[in-house]
């Protein structure tokens, strides 16, 4: 989304609605205010602070990590809450991790972005990839299955990496750019896969507070309209180009949905995310129970964990066998595990070399 897509501009000569001292410079997207810079700035920023203190996201001495892709999100995230912890003293230790998934092209030059973020705002950077955590990169694996699925690979091993770098940085929370159109999204992607489990705790503000590292989500109801605006009147320096494999993922066309409700009325991403709060899940969905991978550790509902799942069915060149669920692909795993009996049958690397 570039930014004078999104500036959209009040008639000249109009007042800031806020101050009613300095001439309009925007339309906000999220309330169609027509108000000044500064005090979209002030509005913004404090209304970011407001969901952090409501919701009590932080204690003062936490040590935090922000999720730092280069993209704007990230680096919004990462200009606001440097500003916010020394503003109203949080009293946080910020730390920039980011992971490179292996994507030429694309993530090595996002990973540059970050490495400038590091120096303007002074906050320490921990990269881990791909291919030492799990043997692989995008490319390689792209390469093997092609287009179609490749996002689920991604996504399940961008997570599990994000949680493996916190445990080296030794932080207490994890801070992530998902907005308010990113929860949006997600909780007509979960309806539409009737996945209960998920819709149950997607519009959580913090999540994971029963695994490694809980994870944080101050953007919750900060529209993406406004932070490309903040980003663009701020000038921060950030990556604006979009993944190279992402084009045909799912998730693009329930975005698109998204932004055609704003346009007709922009309320309908706060509606949406306060319907996903107020689902109640009937007393007889079986819900999953959370447990430990056998192979690795991380927290898992089966056996083994989706990472290993995914990462087995590479190594052993059937890339297809963790798409879709994974009950039967663990079941599989599990038998061929017995047949071994005993005799190490991954060839390469397990999901990542931290025990959790």
């Not at 973020?117 to 030492?132: A, F």
């Not at 207490?172 to 929860?183: E, F, R, S």
């Not at 704003?262 to 709060?277: F, N, T, V």
């Amino acid at each position: 989304m570039e930014a004078e897509e999104v500036v959209a501009k009040p008639p000249k000569g109009r007042f800031c609605t806020i101050c009613n001292q300095r001439r309009a410079a925007l339309k906000r997207p999220k309330t169609l205010e027509q108000i000044c810079r500064e005090c979209f700035y002030a509005v913004f920023e404090e209304e970011i602070h407001g969901v952090i203190v409501d919701n009590q996201l932080f204690k003062p001495g936490e040590r935090v990590a922000i999720g730092a892709s280069g993209g704007k999100d990230s680096t919004v995230l990462a200009y606001v809450l440097s500003e916010l912890n020394r503003r109203h003293n949080y009293g946080l230790d910020l730390f920039l991790l980011s992971v490179d998934e292996g994507i030429t092209g694309y993530r090595d030059d996002s990973l540059e972005t970050v490495k400038r973020n590091e120096i303007q705002y002074g906050l320490p950077l921990k990269v881990v990839s791909y291919k030492d955590l799990y043997g692989w990169t995008m490319d390689e694996i792209v390469k093997l299955i092609g287009l179609k699925n490749n996002c689920t690979f991604c996504g399940v091993f961008r997570r599990q990496a994000l949680d493996r770098g916190a445990t080296l940085l030794k932080v207490d929370k994890l801070v992530t750019g998902h907005n308010a159109d990113d929860i949006a999204e997600t909780v007509l992607l979960n309806i539409l896969r009737g996945d209960i489990a998920r819709l149950s705790r997607c519009t959580s503000i913090t999540t994971g507070e029963d695994g490694p590292i809980p994870r944080c989500k101050p953007f919750k109801y900060t529209y993406e309209k406004e932070i490309v605006m903040y980003a663009y009147f701020k000038r921060l320096d950030y990556f604006s180009t979009e993944c190279i494999y992402s084009p045909n993922a799912y998730r693009g066309f329930a975005r698109e949905f998204i932004k055609d409700l704003e346009r007709i009325r922009p309320r309908a991403i706060l509606d949406i995310i306060k319907s996903g709060e107020d689902f109640r899940i009937s007393t007889s969905t079986k819900m999953p129970e959370q447990g430990n991978c056998e192979r690795c550790g991380y927290i898992s509902s089966q056996k083994w964990c989706k990472a290993c799942v995914l990462l087995e069915g590479l190594n052993r060149g059937l890339p297809k066998l963790g798409i879709g669920r994974s009950r039967g692909a663990n079941n599989e795993l599990s038998k061929n595990a017995k047949e071994a009996k005993g005799i190490d049958s991954i060839q390469s690397k397990q999901c990542g070399t931290l025990d959790f």
